[in-house]
């Protein structure tokens, strides 16, 4: 069965550089959630969309922003790249808004690891 | 705020002993998922609960959601060396579209 898509696996970048994570739900989920997940921690919640529109936000900073596109993927843009925001991103999708309850697919993460 | 704590932080335990870890919320939940990730990999789904009161088993986990929807736990019997990674519950308020995940519970089994 189809898995959750991320890319790139593995990106190092330099502080103050810009970084795109892309990820590609399951097919037919029209919901997606990005996570930031540091050593050791817990998966924090950084932003939701559902039918291409951002459905919540959580403790994303302002250099972050993300999209979903007309064909479900979406896209973690992060500018003025710090030291502190190495660490695994996570997107997962799922099928239907949060308010109904489906479980999430999580991708495979993208390690992120700035210099 | 919204915030789900989990204990306990770490579990070593011998295997086929039983092993169990809580989460706990200041405020009521709409609902709660559990997710199991390895080392090194991703959060894996494995339940979810609705209602009040309710109980879900798999095999030898079992799954309890609070009267009050405001703690649950996940109950392992006899574990297994397979068991071992971290699990964690993520809630969900009424009114919101995200998931906040409890700290997680890393469980170590020692054949």
């Known amino acids: 069965a189809a898995g959750v898509i991320q890319s790139p696996r593995h990106l190092i970048k330099e502080k103050r550089e810009t970084a795109t994570l892309k990820c590609y739900p399951i097919p037919r989920h029209d919901t997606v959630y990005w996570y930031q997940q540091g050593p050791g921690q817990d998966p924090q919640f950084l932003i939701s969309f559902y039918e291409k529109m951002q459905s919540d936000k959580g403790s994303i900073p302002d250099r972050f922003s993300a999209q979903q596109f007309s064909d479900y993927h979406s896209e973690l843009n992060m500018s003025s790249l710090e030291l502190g925001d190495s660490a695994l991103y996570f997107c997962?999708?799922?099928?239907?808004?949060?308010?109904?309850?489906?479980?999430?697919?999580f991708g495979p993460g993208t390690r992120l690891t700035v210099t | 705020g919204q915030q789900v704590m989990q204990i306990p932080q770490y579990q070593h335990v011998q295997e086929g002993e039983d092993f169990t870890t809580y989460c706990n919320s200041s405020t009521t939940l709409s609902n709660i998922q559990w997710y199991k990730q390895r080392p090194g990999g991703h959060p894996v789904f494995l339940i979810q609960?609705?209602?009040?009161?309710e109980v879900k088993k798999q095999k030898r986990l079992t799954f309890q959601f609070g009267e009050a929807k405001k703690n649950s736990s996940l109950h392992i019997t006899a574990t297994q060396t397979t068991d071992v990674g971290t699990y964690f519950c993520?809630?969900?308020?009424?009114?919101?579209?995200?998931?906040?995940f409890g700290t997680g519970t890393r469980l170590k089994v020692l054949a």
């Open positions: 609960l609705v209602k009040s009161g």
């Open positions: 993520a809630g969900r308020y009424s009114g919101t579209y995200k998931y906040i």
């Open positions: 997962a999708s799922s099928l239907g808004l949060a308010g109904e309850d489906y479980e999430q697919y």
